[in-house]
């Protein structure tokens, strides 16, 4: 009991403060020794909720050990005026690339895509010239009245297997 007391006062008494940063999450370090070997731990203390998507990239890497110095109030300011730019280059981009597409006369596409192809879906399933549909398992057409049509020869290779030949087969043209 007494060791947890020790890491629980450990805790709050040799904490430093590093940053803060734009949405109050503040960031400390402490360091302290584990099997002889001195470590430096790093977490964060979130205003509000516990929210792990407010914290700036540059602070998770530094949490991460991925950066050795703490971001600055100045380098997140530039880094943030930077990413605004980006913003403002994207949407001039894209509003270039619509106004080209119109001169061309293609009809700019707005958050939508092309359907699937669905003649090439359709086409799978077989039906014979009047329609009706085709048994699958014996390559027959059936109607209602209960006639059986032969079917035209399917392109599909046929046989029992025991006239099969290694690259003998050749598809239809």
């Known amino acids: 009991m007494s060791r947890l007391w020790t890491r629980v006062v450990g805790l709050f008494s040799n904490r430093s403060f590093v940053g803060m940063d734009k949405t109050g999450n503040k960031y400390f370090t402490r360091i302290e020794e584990i099997d002889g070997i001195m470590k430096e731990k790093r977490w964060v203390k979130f205003k509000g909720d516990q929210d792990p998507t407010s914290i700036p990239v540059e602070w998770i890497c530094w949490l991460n050990g991925q950066r050795k110095i703490?971001?600055?109030?100045?380098?997140?300011?530039?880094?943030?005026a930077r990413r605004e730019q980006v913003k403002m280059n994207v949407a001039l981009l894209k509003k270039e690339e619509e106004e080209r597409k119109a001169r061309e006369g293609k009809a700019p596409k707005i958050g939508k895509t092309a359907g699937p192809d669905l003649k090439s879906f359709i086409q799978q399933f077989p039906t014979?010239?009047?329609?009706?549909?085709i048994d699958a398992k014996s390559n027959k057409a059936f109607e209602g009245s209960g006639e059986k049509k032969e079917e035209p020869e399917s392109s599909e290779p046929t046989g029992s297997g025991e006239s099969f030949r290694p690259g003998t087969w050749q598809p239809p043209m």
């Open 70 to 80: 703490a971001p600055t109030p100045e380098e997140m300011a530039l880094l943030e």
């Open 128 to 133: 014979d010239s009047e329609g009706t549909k």
